[in-house]
């Protein structure tokens, strides 16, 4: 089984090495993207709760993990949706350097309030061809559990995070209809909604003192 | 639900309506566009976005401070029991919900808790069946309706009551009719509990709301539409009966945030 999985890939691989198109998503592993749900959460969970750091420190450890563990670009490019084409090289070049500091900023900052935080892996089932949902349940003292799934897909040979769903709410749907409704509102100009982004992030930086 | 409100805020909305109208329809030759108009489903968006802004102030003068007072001023112990309390009396609701769905063992659940709650629970200030890992879930007719095939219809906002859809507009003015309680006899004393009970719902909902709605404020950049997409994702998942552990039996039915509600803090 586990060989002719090895071969199916490997053929795989061949026939997009032989088309010449750059494939993002292969088929994702469900053991495997379990073991990466796992170590980036316990990754997060120890640098929250490492009592040697300060709050900056803190932030800072936990933004360099969710930096290796989420698909940053291919998330970006999914809330953009239809409008990535609309968008000149330059524009989009600046969305996602936006979307990563706002997307890890907003992550951080969440995690970071998580103090005391456990996390444990739930059921785990494989949704599609492309991803594997990882169901993870989220403890903090004095307060109820609430269950986290992961989407994970498999980016150029490595296991990715593509979406977050907290207790049914996917972060990235609602991101991209948040989005796609600043862009909408103002004429269909990409544009509107990096200047919208530039602001967010100021403010964002202005909370955090720095 | 509450007369005097819906008095004032009925013709509010409906001249609101007037003077915002319907949100343009995208041009037949931007398929993608014309695809997202159909998905967001909001006919009366310009009017929707006018009543939201109207909630928001209301919400931010009077609502959110009273909710933060209730959490300030009385300890968890009282929310809890308060909050146990009027997800006792809405079983009614929820009980009838589960038969219409056909969902004979989350019946017997609602069923079960409500004699225990009601009586060892003390009048459902415990919430004793939790204890014993039968923990309770919300079901409304609007959720029924969907069980039972029925579409959404167009996306509605309401000052006070939040997002909702013609759908489930529709179930909750049914789940408010069949309520024993608007139904029993008349006079002071019941409508002054119908009052306090109404009351205590709105407060105890804001409250569990506290965070996500800080949360949605300070990080999207567009509220309105953040918390359409929100109530339409929770919403299929209430529909589908997939709530989480941690979840309580929320007062207001589902608050459709994207989140469940669950014990105070």
Redesign the interface.
């Known amino acids: 089984m586990r060989e002719f999985k090895l071969s199916r890939r490997l053929l795989l691989a061949g026939l997009i090495g032989l088309a010449g198109t750059k494939a993002q998503a292969q088929q994702m592993d469900i053991t495997r993207a379990t073991a990466f749900v796992d170590k980036a959460g316990q990754d997060l969970v120890n640098a929250i709760n490492d009592p040697r750091l300060n709050q900056a420190q803190r932030r800072d450890k936990v933004a360099g993990i969710l930096r290796s563990a989420i698909d940053i670009e291919g998330t970006g490019r999914f809330i953009l949706g239809?409008h990535v084409r609309q968008a000149s090289p330059a524009e989009l070049q600046d969305y996602l350097k936006l979307f990563d500091e706002i997307i890890i900023r907003?992550l951080s900052a969440?995690f970071g309030e998580y103090r005391g935080v456990r996390f444990s892996l739930g059921r785990s089932q494989q949704r599609t061809e492309e991803d594997a949902l990882v169901s993870t349940?989220v403890e903090r003292p004095?307060?109820?559990?609430?269950?986290l799934d992961w989407r994970v897909a498999e980016i150029n040979g490595q296991p990715r995070v593509v979406d977050v769903i907290?207790?049914?709410?996917?972060l990235r749907?609602?991101?991209?209809?948040?989005?796609?409704?600043?862009i909408?509102?103002n004429g269909?100009r990409v544009a509107s909604?990096l200047d919208?982004?530039r602001g967010?992030i100021a403010q964002l930086a202005a909370?955090e003192g720095g | 639900m509450n007369p005097p409100l819906s008095r004032i805020f009925g013709p509010a909305a409906l001249v609101l309506l007037l003077l915002a109208g319907c949100a343009t329809r995208p041009p037949a030759d931007d398929p993608e566009a014309l695809q997202e108009f159909r998905e967001n489903n909001d006919p009366f968006e310009p009017a929707n976005r006018a009543l939201f802004e109207v909630n928001e102030a209301i919400d931010k003068a009077v609502l959110q401070p009273i909710a933060e007072a209730y959490r300030d001023l009385l300890p968890k112990p009282v929310r809890s029991g308060i909050r146990n309390v009027l997800g006792n009396l809405r079983t009614p609701t929820i009980l009838i919900g589960d038969l219409l769905q056909g969902n004979m063992t989350r019946a017997r659940e609602t069923t079960g808790r409500f004699i225990v709650n009601s009586t060892i629970g003390i009048g459902g200030i415990v919430d004793v069946g939790r204890r014993y890992d039968v923990h309770g879930h919300s079901e409304d007719m609007g959720q029924t309706f969907a069980v039972w095939g029925m579409g959404e219809g167009f996306y509605m906002f309401v000052p006070l009551l939040g997002p909702t859809t013609a759908r489930d507009l529709t179930g909750f003015a049914i789940d408010v009719y069949t309520n024993p309680q608007s139904l029993i006899g008349q006079g002071y004393a019941l409508d002054a509990w119908n009052y306090t009970r109404i009351g205590m719902t709105v407060v105890d909902t804001r409250e569990a709301l506290l965070e996500p709605f800080d949360m949605v404020r300070k990080t999207s950049l567009d509220p309105y539409a953040t918390l359409r997409s929100a109530y339409r994702q929770r919403r299929s998942f209430e529909i589908l009966n997939k709530d989480g552990p941690g979840g309580a039996v929320a007062p207001a039915g589902g608050v459709g945030f994207g989140q469940s509600v669950m014990e105070p803090q």
């Open positions: 239809r907003n969440r349940l004095n307060n109820p559990a609430f269950t907290a207790e049914g709410t996917s749907l609602t991101t991209r209809s948040e989005y796609a409704a600043v909408q509102r269909g909604l919208a982004m967010q909370r």
